[in-house]
T-cell receptor, first 110, second 120 residues
Framework: RKEVEQDPGPFNVPEGATVAFNCTYS??????FFWYRQDCRKEPKLLMS???SGNEDGRFTAQLNRASQYISLLIRDSKLSDSATYLCVVNRGGSYIPTFGRGTSLIVHP | GAVVSQHPSWVICKSGTSVKIECRSL??????MFWYRQFPKQSLMLMAT?????????EQGVEKDKFLINHASLTLSTLTVTSAHPEDSSFYIC????????????????FGPGTRLTVL
């Protein structure tokens, strides 16, 4: 099993839709989790950290399920500008060394 | 957010030459810097982790003699691709994390804009 797994997609959704991505991780000792967004041929940008209690920032909600070892990202009221690749990042257990998922591609169309 | 710069943003070189890429944290002190490589349509692959003042820790399969990393100060790390070959052509990205400045968190990384290397 890969350390961090994501469905590569693409997810094609209309504007205004709600879309959710999951990311599973294999190391149960991992403590830090993040979602990054990467646009084509650009560097990743931090979208949000994922806390045990969940985290919400506007239209974006992130959740952590330790028992099942996955994190999720929910995007409400999708905008065209949300089109990007969403990267799941999990720090290795007991360290700050990150492992990136392959990314999930989201395409929001009019 | 915290600002990380990279230079150059792109470089084209002949096979056999060495290329140096700089990564700077502009508004915080980066105790740790990471170097990644990303091939088209693939995920970021961590190459090495460097802490200021100590030797870099390389990921398995990454040749330390080919990819020289220097993290001489809390705001600068360099990656030198020695004797570059066409298969080294890739998008190289650095990130930085620190415990000082406006974003004190060793967990959260901030990425530079990347350097696109093309070796002919």
């Amino acid at each position: 099993r890969k350390e961090v797994e994501q469905d590569p997609g693409p997810f094609n959704v209309p504007e205004g839709a709600t879309v959710a991505f999951n990311c599973t991780y294999s190391n149960s000792a991992s403590q830090s989790f993040f979602w990054y967004r990467q646009d084509c041929r650009k560097e990743p940008k931090l979208l949000m950290s994922v806390y045990s209690s969940g985290n919400e920032d506007g239209r974006f909600t992130a959740q952590l399920n330790r028992a099942s070892q996955y994190i999720s990202l929910l995007i409400r009221d999708s905008k065209l500008s949300d089109s990007a690749t969403y990267l799941c990042v999990v720090n290795r257990g007991g360290s700050y060394i990150p492992t990136f998922g392959r990314g999930t591609s989201l395409i929001v169309h009019p | 957010g915290a600002v990380v710069s990279q230079h150059p943003s792109w470089v084209i070189c002949k096979s056999g030459t060495s290329v140096k890429i700089e990564c700077r944290s502009l508004d915080f002190q980066a105790t740790t810097m990471f170097w990644y490589r990303q091939f088209p349509k693939q995920s970021l692959m961590l190459m090495a982790t460097s802490n200021e003042g100590s030797k870099a820790t390389y990921e398995q399969g990454v040749e330390k003699d080919k990819f020289l990393i220097n993290h001489a100060s809390l705001t600068l790390s360099t990656l030198t691709v020695t004797s570059a070959h066409p298969e080294d052509s890739s998008f190289y990205i650095c990130s930085a994390a620190g415990t000082s400045g406006p974003h004190p968190s060793t967990d959260t990384q901030y990425f530079g804009p990347g350097t696109r290397l093309t070796v002919l």
